[in-house]
C-alpha cells in the first residue's frame, strides 16, 4: 500500500492543508485544516476516503481553523498535543504525544515531538516528514511567537537531523515540498541549528 499526499493550498498565508490517503483502501488523514471546510470534506466525499481522523502539528488558527467545522461534517476526531489543545478553540478528541503511533492502510507512522513548533509526524515507509511549521525548505519556523524558544528549535532540528535520511522528502506548513538533501544544501536556519548557531529570526 503507497500513501499518497493531495496538497491543497488555502488562506490569505498560503498554508498547506494535505489529506494524506492510502491508495488502496482508501484510509484517510486530514493535516493542518486551516481554512475552506467545505472544499476539504467535498474532496474528501468525492473520491469516497475513510477519514481516520484531522492532524494538526500545531495550534495556530491557520493550521486549525477548519478543524471543528470538518470534525461535525465528516464525524471525525482532532488530534493534537495537548499544550496546544489548551489554546485551540474547539474541541480536540485525542491528544498526541511523541511516540504515538497511527496506522494508514498499512503504514505506520509517528508522532514526534519538535518543541519550537509542537508536533511532526514521520512517515518511515513513504519517506515523507510533514514537519508543520518547525521546518521549510529554506529556514526554520519563528519561535517568538511561541511557548518555545530558540533553544527548544535547536533540539528539535537536531532530532530530525538524526532521524530523517536526505531521502526523506519534507511536506511543510508553507511552502513547497523538498527533499532532505535540499535542505541540507539549501537552509542555513538548519545548518545553523545543528552548529547552535540561530538565526536571526530568533529574537525580535
Known amino acids: 500500500a503507497k ?7 488555502y488562506g490569505e498565508l498560503e498554508n498547506n492543508c494535505y489529506i ?5 483502501g482508501g484510509e484517510a488523514y486530514i493535516i493542518d485544516p486551516g481554512y475552506e471546510a467545505a472544499k476539504i470534506a467535498d474532496i474528501v466525499t468525492r473520491r469516497r476516503f475513510q477519514v481516520k481522523g484531522i ?3 500545531h495550534g ?10 470538518l470534525r461535525k461534517k465528516l464525524n471525525t476526531r482532532v488530534c493534537m498535543n495537548r499544550r496546544d489543545a489548551k489554546r485551540y478553540r474547539g ?12 496506522t494508514l492502510g498499512g503504514e505506520a507512522f509517528r508522532v514526534i515531538e519538535t518543541p519550537g513548533h509542537s508536533i511532526s509526524f514521520l512517515c518511515p515507509d513513504s519517506r515523507f516528514i510533514f514537519t508543520g511549521d518547525t521546518l521549510f525548505p529554506t529556514d526554520t519556523g519563528y519561535v517568538v511567537f511561541e511557548t518555545g524558544s530558540a533553544e527548544d528549535m535547536e533540539k528539535s532540528i537536531k532530532k530530525l537531523d538524526s532521524l530523517l535520511t536526505d531521502d526523506y522528502m519534507i511536506w511543510p ?17 538548519y545548518t545553523g541549528y545543528l552548529q547552535g548557531i540561530y538565526p536571526e529570526h ?3
Open 3 to 9: 500513501m499518497e499526499v493531495i496538497r491543497k493550498i
Open 20 to 24: 494524506i490517503y492510502d491508495q488502496d
Open 55 to 57: 492532524l494538526a502539528t
Open 60 to 69: 495556530h488558527d491557520d493550521h486549525t481553523g477548519a478543524c471543528e467545522e
Open 91 to 102: 474541541t480536540t478528541d485525542i491528544f498526541l504525544k511523541e511516540g504515538d503511533i497511527l
Open 173 to 189: 506548513g508553507h511552502e513547497e515540498n523538498v527533499s532532505m538533501t535540499f535542505v541540507r544544501s539549501h537552509n542555513k536556519d
Open 202 to 204: 530568533t529574537s525580535l
